[in-house]
């Protein structure tokens, strides 16, 4: 019987992702091992393979579409001698994923047509398919006006951007219902409107583009508004003296050129940042519910600007490795993070964040933890400041570090004393290579 091929979940994380490309056609034979199509999660575009050999007999979900939930059939593979229409379920499978997804847009206003207090809201949605078959593009406001003094929403052009009808549009016939209007959205019952009000196009006459936003920047979106609001951030800044880290680079580059290494200052934070949290174990935690996860080795998670967003490729156990080989491992994540090409394990875990924005001269900045980890360190620019040595005012290169920490799982003073270990790494740098 053919064989029905599913949306893979290729993150344990992932629930739903893009069908980037189909790299096969209907009618190609494949083996196991081919690659069938390109998926794009949230992190990174990824390819999928197949695990039979057959026929692709058809292709159920087209390349291009987004939001495809895991599990849902995307092919039907047959086997030699085997029909496609074996399976004539298979094809419409997905398409009640999608119908079931526009179904919550009516609900609401036939859910408030039954109860008395809403019924100005009920009738505004389920008017526009009586005339059109389609949505009137109208703002909140101008529903609400609309509906309170009986305008028909289908019988006026708007002016706002696609079309959209807006309070202007709806000119003198709209009298004094404001104020009603707002009374009406005051009242307890009126709470399914401004439900409705995220899913409403931007309303703006400004010249503007509306850019669809890809999987990656929804679960960025998700992610940190998650983690700002869960998480009980504490912020601990410390100011580093970087003079002998960048006296020491520099010897280390002259003798590693003939080796085809050159390490950046981020290697060496990264390596220090490393050591620190081995220092000060009590840092290099997870929060999870009634129980704290303590790690006993160092993964830092890297923080990397590509296009579209951000990833975090990860420097497993690397308080133990060379800075040299941090580098050319940090050089190889970095450049395949901007191509999409990294797998599921080389950007998911890690115990602790390092993000760096110095190299766009920001002087400090506090960064947002990434869960389930428990702190994330803030690199600002090194820069020549004036600075107290041995009871002098001296000239020194000083770069801020910011400190985020979880209170839930780290307390300040062990937090304190992570930022304290970090400095004094970089300070005297020569432990980075004991």
């Known amino acids: ?16 992702g893009t069908l980037a490309k189909w790299l096969v056609k209907e009618g190609d034979s494949v083996s196991s091992g081919d690659i069938l199509a390109e998926i794009e999660t949230d992190k990174a575009t990824m390819e999928f393979e197949a695990v039979d050999e057959g026929t692709i007999a058809k292709i ?68 526009p398919k009586a005339d059109t078959g389609d949505r009137i593009k109208a703002s909140p406001l101008a529903r609400r006006l609309a509906e309170a003094q009986g305008i028909d929403l289908s019988s006026l052009t708007g002016s706002g951007p696609g079309g959209r009808i807006v309070r202007a549009d709806l000119g003198d016939k709209a009298g004094g219902a404001a104020k ?34 890809s999987n990656m920047r929804k679960t960025i979106a998700r992610r940190l508004t998650e983690s700002k609001q869960q998480i009980p951030h504490i912020y601990l800044t410390v100011d580093v003296r970087l003079d002998a880290l960048l006296k020491l680079r520099g010897e280390l580059n002259a003798g590693l050129a003939s080796r085809g290494v050159k390490l950046s200052v981020n290697d060496m934070l990264i390596k220090a940042l490393a050591l620190s949290l081995i220092e000060v174990p009590e840092c290099n935690v997870s929060f ?13 998670s890297v923080a990397v600007s590509i296009p579209g967003g951000l990833i975090t490729p990860i420097i497993a156990g690397a308080d133990s490795k060379a800075i040299s080989a941090i580098s050319k491992e940090m050089g190889d994540l970095a450049g395949r993070a901007k191509e999409g090409k990294l797998q599921p394990h080389e950007y998911q875990g890690g115990t602790a964040s390092l993000s760096n ?43 801020s570090a910011t400190g985020s920490f979880d209170h ?14 970090f400095k004094e790494l970089c300070e005297s740098p020569l432990g980075l290579v004991a």
């Open 1 to 16: 019987m053919p064989l029905e091929l599913k949306m893979p979940a290729l993150s344990p994380t992932m629930e739903e």
């Open 180 to 213: 009603p209007a707002a009374a009406a959205t005051s009242a307890p019952t009126a709470a399914p409107a401004p439900a409705a009000a995220p899913v409403q196009p931007f309303e703006t006459d400004i010249p503007h583009e509306a850019v669809k936003l």
């Open 357 to 399: 924005m110095g190299m766009f001269g920001i002087k400090q900045f506090e960064a947002v933890i990434n869960p389930p980890q428990a702190m994330i360190m803030a690199i600002g620019a090194g820069e020549k400041r004036p600075y107290v040595i041995d009871d002098s005012l001296q000239i020194a290169s000083i770069m």
């Open 408 to 421: 839930r799982a780290i307390d300040g003073a062990d937090g304190a004393r992570l930022m304290k270990a």
């Open 60 to 127: 159920l979900v087209p390349e291009g579409s987004d939001g495809v939930k895991v599990g849902t059939p995307i092919a039907v593979l047959a086997g030699e001698g085997e029909d496609a229409s074996a399976v004539p379920a298979a094809a419409p499978a997905a398409a009640p994923a999608k119908e079931e997804a526009k179904a919550p847009e009516p609900a609401p206003p036939a859910k408030g047509g039954g109860e008395t207090p809403a019924a100005p809201a009920a009738p505004a949605a389920p008017a």
């Open 288 to 300: 999870a519910g009634d129980t704290l996860i303590k790690y006993s080795r160092a993964d830092i």
